[in-house]
């Protein structure tokens, strides 16, 4: 995946989400469950695929189909769980852009980090180590510094929470 060919949110036709309600990833018979992204968790603005929210930027009401974590800038983001850095694009919108392939259906793309990431395309990581730290975007302005983190199984935005038991690190 390159950031910018990623499926972009269709807000033209709320439907609701087509998602497996356990943590295993398609095609796969081991549970995944992610490591918090970050050492304190806050979620600023949930997952939602059917539920219309306003953009506080932008004013327009859309589906929020990712998570936002309340962060501050310069805080520590952490590899949710091992995979390989497939792509990593500096994006005046959203910040950094990283995107994380866990196995051939599931990525994980962080949106708002720094430019100074701490690993490179082509690199593995492991669960829970050190990535990058929160930037800011242009996107999300106006609902202050966080972390914006997308979950993909084939292509397809699901609920996070799906992977996630949130506990403080």
């Known amino acids: 995946y390159h950031a910018s060919q990623l499926p972009q949110e269709d807000n033209s036709q709320v439907q609701g989400p087509v998602q497996d309600e356990s943590s295993t990833p398609v095609g796969s018979t081991d ?3 992610f490591e918090n992204p970050l050492a304190s968790i806050n979620i600023l603005k949930d997952y939602s695929a ?3 929210t306003e953009d506080k930027t932008t004013g327009i009401w859309q589906t929020h189909q990712a998570i936002d974590f309340a962060a501050a800038e310069g805080d520590s983001v952490y590899a949710v769980y091992a995979g390989k850095v497939e792509d990593i ?7 950094t852009v990283l995107t994380l392939k866990i196995s051939d259906d599931l990525v994980v793309v962080y949106k708002s980090l720094a430019a100074d990431v701490s690993v490179s395309v082509g690199d593995t990581v492991t669960a ?12 999300e302005k106006a609902d202050g510094v966080h972390l914006h983190l997308e979950v993909y199984e ?9 992977y996630f038991s949130f506990t403080d690190k």
């Open 31 to 33: 549970v995944v469950v």
């Open 128 to 139: 829970g180590q050190t990535i990058g730290k929160v930037g800011t975007n242009v996107t």
């Open 50 to 52: 059917t539920e219309l």
């Open 89 to 95: 694009e500096s994006s005046m919108m959203d910040g």
């Open 154 to 162: 084939k292509d397809k935005l699901v609920d996070p929470n799906n």
